[in-house]
């Protein structure tokens, strides 16, 4: 059953894909505020998948994120987040990014549930 408190954690190494460069957000070889926000919502939305019902999934729908420290190539990240609050079909998420030397990210995610059958073919409708 899907409720608050649920938590998740995802990490991953810090590569040349991640990198502001590559991303171009910026022109540094450092880890990418782009990076760090998709690592958010993948441990958002990977966080309540299996408390989902078959054939529903989340979509990302708001961002409010503080980068507060870079974080250089090869160092280990990692995402915690935690669902702090459910109204309807919204959930919002509390998630904090840290690298080796300690917090490098922090906000409020929010995501909506969808029936993704449904989300995907309305999507696909706007190239006709």
């Known amino acids: 059953m899907l409720k608050t408190g649920i938590n998740?954690?995802?990490e991953i190494i810090v590569n040349e894909n991640h990198s502001a460069e590559s991303l171009e957000s910026g022109t540094l070889k450092v880890f990418g505020t782009p990076a760090m926000i998709a690592l958010m919502e993948k441990t958002?939305?990977?966080?309540?998948?299996d408390y989902l019902e078959e054939?529903?999934?989340?979509?990302?729908?708001?961002l409010e994120i503080k980068?507060?420290?870079?974080t250089p190539l090869g160092m280990k990240v990692y995402c915690e987040s935690e669902?702090?609050?459910?109204?309807?079909k919204k959930l919002i998420f509390s998630v904090k990014a840290y690298d080796?030397?300690?917090l490098i990210g922090e906000g409020?995610?929010?995501?909506?549930?969808v029936n993704n059958e449904k989300f995907q073919k309305k999507t696909n409708q706007k190239m006709k």
Do not use: C, N
């Open 55 to 62: 054939g529903q999934g989340t979509v990302g729908t708001s």
């Open 44 to 49: 958002a939305w990977k966080s309540v998948q």
């Open 108 to 113: 409020i995610h929010e995501r909506f549930i």
């Open 67 to 70: 980068h507060v420290s870079a």
């Open 100 to 102: 080796e030397t300690g």
């Open 83 to 88: 669902l702090t609050g459910i109204d309807g």
């Open 8 to 10: 998740g954690k995802e």
